[in-house]
């Protein structure tokens, strides 16, 4: 079976930012050694500048070489904390998230995912990566959410999630499951999409991976082949 992987924007670089700013605090140090003056005001913000450049490198490198996994039954999405599924059968549609508010738009930077059964899904997400994706993705969440609340009228639900749901299905979460399917159910009511994916874990244009997924709705197959010999002609 054919699998294609595609790597995140968010890891690349690493190893540039660490090595440009490892460099560059050498040179500092050096030229700073070799003077009998203190160091000025300017060199010790180069100074931050180059660390700050070695940390950010080193989160990009934490994060996995590939984020995005696709074959012609399965899309995953990989999380440091876990990996995300979503099978062809449950996938019901794509496209970028944007909510409405009288004359004022605004477009969520990520993808969405409508899915046919959340309980599909949310039996085999783990706890563990529905807490970290609750707290990665918050602020977009809350972008979507500022746009309906303009005078401060947020429904509760919206701000803080339960942790009790009970499923169309019937089926009954608790804790950091209930949580994450409460956030579904408050992101399906603002956008109309049950997930989101980040513009920072993708290879490409939102617009563009949106396509994509509706593509693979269709032709999976074809999709997948199709990426997999745009990455061996890009190597």
Request: charged share 15%.
């Amino acid at each position: 079976m054919h699998k294609v992987s595609l790597r995140a924007t968010a890891n690349r670089h690493s190893i540039e930012f660490m090595l440009a700013g490892g460099i560059c605090l050498v040179i500092i140090i050096v030229f700073v050694a070799l003077r009998a003056t203190p160091p000025t005001i300017l060199e010790l913000a180069f100074a931050a500048a180059a660390i700050c450049s070695i940390l950010l490198g080193f989160l990009k490198s934490q994060q996995p070489f590939y984020s995005i996994e696709m074959s012609a039954i399965t899309l995953n999405y990989v999380h440091k904390y876990g990996v995300m599924h979503v099978s062809h059968k449950n996938f019901h549609s794509s496209g970028v998230p944007f909510v409405t508010q009288g004359v004022e738009n605004l477009e969520l930077n990520a993808v969405g995912i409508k899915l046919n059964n959340i309980d599909e899904f949310l039996i085999e997400l783990t706890p563990r990566l529905a807490g970290k994706l609750l707290i990665e993705q918050r602020h977009i969440f809350l972008q979507a959410v500022k746009i309906h609340c303009v005078n401060g009228n947020c429904p509760s639900e919206w701000l803080i999630e339960e942790t009790c749901y009970e499923s169309p299905d019937g089926r009954s979460y608790t804790g950091l499951m209930a949580m994450f399917a409460n956030r579904m159910q408050n992101l399906k009511t603002i956008t109309g999409y049950d997930l989101i994916l980040p513009a920072n874990v993708l290879d490409r244009d939102i617009w563009q991976f949106a396509n994509i997924l509706n593509h693979w709705k269709l032709t999976p197959e074809k999709v997948v082949k199709d990426l997999h010999e745009q990455i061996a002609t890009a190597r």
